[in-house]
């Protein structure tokens, strides 16, 4: 079983890798079992939200004129 | 408003760009002139100002990656590993020792994040806490992040280890993620 601390590096390194399947259901479980993993996971992807919106931001994709 | 006007007026913003990726305002500085250099030297007609923007933002994109390929050392390997043991000797005193979240640590939820994204005072928060992340761990989180480098090109670039970008990411979203949990959302209820 995948502790907290393992979970919490294989969802930032899911943003970086494509996860082997052995690890997709490692943290697939231990996401559903545990709301304070399921919270950080939700907060990291918010944090990629953020970045590709202050990007945007900044190189005027968004820009109205 | 003329090529070189609305060039002139991206400046702003170029800057911030550059100096968020280079911590270094006066390289930062010389970076937007060289932009600039390139911009007037290659404009096409533009349909449009934001068309012009996002092309001069690539321009941009390249010459901060050159500067960084310039310098002597963009990363401190040696600082890198002295960010690496703070960093572990905080987040390991947020589990148990069989890795699961002490009580008082456990992420709770945060209040609507959507609605967060709309509001003009997170951004000022959100570029604070980018700039707040220890200076290696910064860059090596802006190349993955703002420059879209992929993890291969980051590795070749800084000659790291594929695990040691992983590690320092991880690290980067962490902190990132404390830094706007601590000023922006609240602690939030630790429920198991």
């Given at each position: 079983?995948?502790?907290?601390?393992?979970?919490?590096?294989?969802?930032?390194?899911?943003?970086?890798?494509?996860?082997?399947?052995?690890?997709?259901?490692?943290?697939?479980?231990?996401?559903?079992?545990?709301?304070?993993?399921?919270?950080?996971?939700?907060?990291?992807?918010?944090?990629?939200?953020?970045?590709?919106?202050?990007?945007?931001?900044?190189?005027?994709?968004?820009?109205?004129? | 408003?003329?090529?070189?006007?609305?060039?002139?007026?991206?400046?702003?913003?170029?800057?911030?760009?550059?100096?968020?990726?280079?911590?270094?305002?006066?390289?930062?500085?010389?970076?937007?002139?060289?932009?600039?250099?390139?911009?007037?030297?290659?404009?096409?007609?533009?349909?449009?100002?934001?068309?012009?923007?996002?092309?001069?933002?690539?321009?941009?994109?390249?010459?901060?990656?050159?500067?960084?390929?310039?310098?002597?050392r963009t990363i401190n390997v040696s600082a890198l590993a002295v960010?690496e043991?703070?960093?572990?000797?905080?987040?390991?005193?947020?589990?148990?020792?069989?890795?699961?979240?002490?009580?008082?640590?456990?992420?709770?939820?945060?209040?609507?994040?959507?609605?967060?994204?709309?509001?003009?005072?997170?951004?000022?928060?959100?570029?604070?806490?980018?700039?707040?992340?220890?200076?290696n761990?910064?860059?090596?989180?802006?190349?993955?992040?703002?420059?879209?480098?992929?993890?291969?090109?980051?590795?070749?670039?800084l000659k790291i280890?594929?695990?040691n970008?992983?590690?320092?990411?991880?690290?980067?979203?962490?902190?990132?993620?404390?830094?706007?949990?601590?000023?922006?959302?609240?602690?939030?209820?630790?429920?198991?």
């Amino acid at each position: 079983m995948l502790s907290c601390k393992e979970s919490t590096h294989l969802i930032s390194e899911s943003h970086d890798r494509t996860l082997a399947i052995t690890e997709k259901l490692s943290l697939g479980m231990h996401l559903l079992i545990c709301s304070g993993c399921r919270h950080y996971h939700e907060q990291i992807v918010f944090l990629e939200q953020a970045c590709d919106q202050y990007k945007a931001k900044l190189n005027g994709d968004r820009d109205p004129s | 408003m003329t090529a070189p006007d609305q060039l002139a007026s991206f400046r702003p913003d170029l800057l911030r760009f550059a100096q968020l990726q280079l911590r270094d305002d006066g390289l930062a500085e010389d970076v937007v002139q060289e932009t600039f250099i390139a911009a007037l030297a290659g404009i096409q007609d533009f349909a449009g100002r934001a068309a012009l923007k996002t092309w001069t933002f690539s321009i941009l994109r390249n010459k901060i990656i050159d500067a960084m390929r310039m310098r002597d050392r963009t990363i401190n390997v040696s600082a890198l590993a002295v960010e690496e043991d703070e960093f572990e000797e905080i987040f390991d005193a947020l589990f148990k020792a069989n890795g699961h979240w002490l009580p008082g640590h456990q992420p709770g939820g945060w209040a609507d994040p959507e609605a967060t994204l709309e509001q003009q005072q997170f951004w000022t928060i959100f570029d604070a806490c980018l700039n707040h992340l220890p200076a290696n761990t910064g860059r090596v989180f802006m190349m993955r992040e703002f420059l879209d480098l992929d993890i291969e090109e980051i590795c070749a670039e800084l000659k790291i280890s594929t695990n040691n970008c992983y590690v320092i990411l991880h690290r980067a979203r962490h902190g990132l993620r404390g830094c706007l949990e601590r000023t922006w959302f609240g602690a939030g209820e630790g429920s198991c």
